[in-house]
Nanobody, 122 residues
Framework: QVQLVESGGGLVQPGESLRLSCAAS????????MGWYRRAPGKQRELVAR???????NYADFVKGRFTISRDNAKNTGNLEMNGLKPEDTAVYYC????????????????WGQGTQVTVSS
């Protein structure tokens, strides 16, 4: 099957930056779309950013131009650069991907990573 593993989370002070990474592995033909979601304490999971295979991006309003999503199709990896972090950004961040599972281009399955904790605090 396919697994997604996030990394790069941690504890930072307000205004600092973090770069989250998502590594996909397994029976991957290609990844159609990748995205990042987060779940803050007491809140529902919400979309942070999404990027298509062609590079089209979509950002939640609350990133306020601070976050940048990217991907490396050759490596089946994705990244979320988070700048100017705020305490409100504290959450568990999840990688999500629509994966074309080998051996067919047409069998698309959605996968989630286990999440990585981002804590922004003074």
């Amino acid at each position: 099957q396919v697994q997604l593993v996030e990394s790069g989370g941690g504890l930072v002070q307000p205004g600092e930056s973090l770069r989250l990474s998502c590594a996909a592995s397994g029976d991957i033909f290609s990844i159609a779309a990748m995205g990042w979601y987060r779940r803050a304490p007491g809140k529902q999971r919400e979309l942070v950013a999404r990027i298509t295979e062609g590079g089209t991006t979509n950002y939640a309003d609350f990133v306020k131009g601070r976050f940048t999503i990217s991907r490396d199709n050759a490596k089946n990896t994705g990244n979320l650069e988070m700048n100017g972090l705020k305490p409100e950004d504290t959450a568990v961040y999840y990688c999500n991907a629509d994966v074309r599972v080998r051996p067919t281009f047409y069998n698309i399955e959605n996968y989630w990573g286990q999440g990585t904790q981002v804590t922004v605090s003074s």
